[in-house]
Nanobody, 127 residues
Framework: QVQLVESGGGLVQAGGSLRLSCAVS????????MGWFRQAPGKEREFVAR????????DYADSVKGRFTISRDNAKNTIYLQMNDLKPEDTAVYYC????????????????????WGQGTQVTVSS
């Protein structure tokens, strides 16, 4: 059974950085796509970033462009989210998700395109 486990969350001051990791176990994902989503208190889950396993192409939400970088290590079946210049509005539980297929960019921004999800890791940014 596929299992996704996020790690790396924590408490940082505005302007600081964190690097999140998502380890995939149970099955090998050499194709398809991985995504990062987040959910803040009182808000719906929103798209953050997406990466394709094979070619490494990426897509980002406008709110994080230039600050966040998604990457992957295919050999380790792990994806990362490097978060720089963090802002209080970045505070949320961050989730990684996996899709066995490669959705088009608009669909890749929807959580309905991902069948597998991690448990989430808390990121808190103080002002």
């Amino acid at each position: 059974q596929v299992q996704l486990v996020e790690s790396g969350g924590g408490l940082v001051q505005a302007g600081g950085s964190l690097r999140l990791s998502c380890a995939v176990s149970g099955r090998t994902f050499s194709t398809g796509a991985m995504g990062w989503f987040r959910q803040a208190p009182g808000k719906e889950r929103e798209f953050v970033a997406r990466i394709r396993w094979s070619i490494g192409s990426t897509d980002y939400a406008d709110s994080v462009k230039g600050r966040f970088t998604i990457s992957r290590d295919n050999a380790k079946n792990t994806i990362y989210l490097q978060m720089n210049d963090l802002k209080p509005e970045d505070t949320a539980v961050y989730y990684c998700a996996a899709s066995r297929f490669i959705p088009a960019t608009p669909q890749a921004r929807s959580d309905r395109s991902y069948a597998y999800w991690g448990q989430g890791t808390q990121v808190t940014v103080s002002s």
